[in-house]
């Protein structure tokens, strides 16, 4: 409203500024790829057609309010994807994808300030938390050349492999690899003859450092993935430490591994491990209790970093298996002994055997993920190939690779950057 000041008891004059009368809603449906939206305004979002991405105002102000609305009840099929435009969403950076899916969703959204920025005060689905942006680049590292090795190659974010990188760290073969903190890396465990329990970060540059004292019990022939919202810690689990074991081993977002914890699931060694759903981890195939009884079996780890008992296996069982996580939510477990491929649906599913593409059988190798939804395996017994895997899971045919050639190393994501 506005109008002049009544009362004026001490005979000061001045207007009343125009305060809003509730929302504005703007009666042009948005069906545009992409749309600018304005505070104090409420919006109608069409994605019959294509996606949307939301730009928020670039500046805010506490108490500032915008809604938005699924029209056609199709955020499902074309999602939302909101743009932070520099400032805070639930007090995570703009470099944060958040994104509704939820057909009939409305989102209502309240500015607080600069540490938490923009909150949705109601968003029918709660759980839409910002997603923290995609690993671009992967490493890998240690294993076996005709000795133990230190060496390193770096994945680009386009899957181009580099030369080699002088090593830094305990020439070691057979250790495990992770993500953590969103943007770094760590490799852990591995034998030099004998099982160690060393642990080397690697920076969102690609950078190793020196070895660090580990956690828990020395042990090799174990694998690794990433788990929870954000993906930014991880879990080592399985592996031999004289015998083969179940003992699991959790990594927080600063790269710190902690103590054993108790086993679940039948002990083996020379598995592999992918992060599925967005948020959890499988861990499947290896040599169960001999090396002559290869495993089908898989465990699944939810989000927050339990292990599951045994599954009864899908697929031929074989050893010597590696495994990455693809198309942002599915995995895939492909060639060791024999030489197949499986893909995991983001529901933790294992398919059926498809044959494997390019050299195989092939046992020992390593895979990471890159460009935020693709793969490529790397190495095994022999052979300095590796293989990409796009998007929806289709597995390449052989690339030379470039550098040694290397088996029972470990690879692992970096850098959110390209």
């Given at each position: 409203?506005s109008g002049t000041i009544q009362n004026n008891i001490s ?196 950078v190793v450092a020196a070895d660090a004292t580990g956690a ?203």
């Amino acid at each position: 409203m506005s109008g002049t000041i009544q009362n004026n008891i001490s005979n000061q004059s001045g207007s009343i500024a125009v305060a809003p009368a509730g929302l504005n809603w703007v009666s042009d449906v948005v069906t545009a790829s992409t749309v600018t939206v304005v505070a104090g305004n409420g919006y109608w979002i069409n994605t019959t057609s294509n996606a949307c991405t939301i730009t928020l105002p670039a500046e805010a102000e506490a108490g500032d309010n915008i809604i938005i609305v699924d029209y056609a009840r199709t955020w499902n099929t074309n999602n939302v994807t909101l743009d932070s435009n520099g400032l805070n969403f639930q007090g995570n950076d703009d470099t944060y994808t958040v994104k509704y899916s939820t057909d009939g969703q409305s989102v209502n959204l309240i500015y607080s300030d600069s540490t938490k920025g923009w909150i949705p005060l109601e968003d029918d689905v709660v759980a839409e938390v910002p997603s923290p942006p995609p690993t671009q680049k992967g490493i890998f590292a240690f294993g076996q050349i005709s000795n133990n090795t230190n060496i390193s190659s770096l994945v680009s974010s386009s899957g181009v492999i580099s030369a080699d990188v002088n090593g830094v760290g305990t020439t070691r073969t057979q250790p495990m690899a992770v993500s953590f903190g969103g943007d770094k890396g760590l490799f852990a465990f591995g034998t030099t003859g004998s099982n160690v329990n060393t642990r080397n970060l690697v920076n969102n540059s690609g950078v190793v450092a020196a070895d660090a004292t580990g956690a828990g019990t020395a042990k090799s022939q174990g694998a690794a993935a990433n788990y929870g919202v954000g993906r930014n810690i991880g879990i080592i689990a399985y592996g031999h430490s004289g015998s083969y074991t179940n003992t699991a081993n959790l990594v927080n977002s600063s790269g710190v591994v902690g103590s054993d914890v108790t086993g679940v699931g039948s002990a083996r060694g020379v598995l592999g491990a992918a992060s599925y759903g967005g948020d959890k981890a499988i861990f499947a195939y290896g040599y169960a209790a001999s090396p002559s009884a290869r495993s089908n079996i898989s465990n699944l780890v939810s989000n927050l970093g339990v292990v599951g008992s045994d599954r009864s296996g899908v697929g031929t069982a074989r050893s010597g298996v590696a495994a990455a996580s693809y198309g942002g939510d599915k995995a895939i477990f492909a060639y060791g002994d024999p030489g197949n491929s499986n893909l995991v649906s983001n529901t933790g599913v294992v398919a059926a055997d498809v044959s494997s593409v390019g050299t195989s059988p092939r046992e020992n190798l390593s895979a990471v993920n890159f460009g935020g939804d693709k793969a490529i395996f790397f190495g095994g017994s022999g052979y300095g190939l590796s293989n990409l895997v796009n998007s929806s899971g289709v597995v390449a045919a052989d690339v030379a690779a470039v550098g040694s050639d290397r088996y029972n190393h470990a690879g692992c994501g970096f850098s959110t950057s390209a």
